[in-house]
């Protein structure tokens, strides 16, 4: 893939990050994006204050709608705004391109599979990343790495060139042995991470340090890791722990911030989805469904239901 050709669809804190890197390295980038933003870039260009590339500002193809099939399409959007984003590529399933979701969650694949054909694979990001404003990114940690898999859809030979062929100044990327491992790593700690970050108002530093507080993150985590051993995915939560307690002390979480803003989080999405995934395997998961109530009530206290 020496002539790549990247789509990113959401210009926000992740796929943001990701148009500027491929583009500073000069990567034909499209950004599929809303109106103002595409006016910005197409203005102003991508900005990007980065802890791994420092300051830059780069000039991606930007666009209402996709017009073409690329190599590869990022899908970054929130889960949230998922359907409405949809709208913005051609009708029907992608034949060529290879489709890279870097959503929280699980159930955003079978949706993507459904509107887009079996290219689709699984992906995620460990990165902290925000949206400034229109076409500002500024990245925060002093790592971004996406993991990959197919299950089938994609032969391996050719998403190991496609990863190999993104992976370079700003993005780490890895294969990981299949679909379910990629979305559970991220899912089982994340879910807990989101929660506890959100529900306390405090950076991953505190509740992982805090008796009470970590207590709640610890237990969130085993009933991520007991969920996905049941779905064929065996965790380690010792070593879930462990990852969470190497973190930057002041590193936050895309719900927390969301929430903070006032903004619809994905709350459902992420800590939702593994409830109802242990539901299926009749595995209940207490500690997380507490922690969704509350935040929900939350929510639902400072923007109330017309």
Known sequence: MSDLSVAVLGVGGVGGYIAAALAARGVP?????????????????????????????????????????????????????????LER??????????????????????????????????GSIRIESRLEGSAHVVQTSPFALIRLASDGGVPPAELAAAAAAISGAGLAVEVAASEGIVLWEKLARLA??????????????????????RALLTGAVREGVAVAAACGVP???????????????????????DVAAGRRSELDAIAGAVVRAGQQHRIQSPILADLIGRIAASEESRCPQP
């Not at 807990?192 to 507080?213: E, H, I, M, N, Y």
Request: proline share 7%; hydrophobic share 45%.
């Open 235 to 257: 965790l380690d939560a010792a070593a879930q722990m462990k990852t969470i307690d190497a973190m930057p002390e002041q590193l936050t979480t895309s719900m927390y911030r």
């Open 192 to 213: 807990a991470l989101a929660c506890t970050t959100t529900l306390s108002r405090k950076s991953v530093g505190f509740v992982r340090t805090d008796p009470g507080w």
């Open 29 to 85: 980038v499209t950004c599929v994006a809303r109106e103002a933003t595409v006016a910005v870039i197409r203005d102003r260009g991508l900005r990007l204050e980065s802890a791994v590339l420092g300051n830059l500002t780069t000039h991606p193809r930007p666009v209402l709608r996709l017009d073409e099939e690329p190599d590869l399409l990022f899908v970054t959007t929130k889960a949230t705004q998922l359907a409405g984003a």
């Open 89 to 122: 590529l051609p009708p029907g399933p992608l034949a060529r391109t290879i489709v890279i979701p870097l959503l929280n969650g699980l159930e955003h694949m079978a949706v993507l599979r459904q509107r887009l054909g079996v290219r689709v694979v699984a």
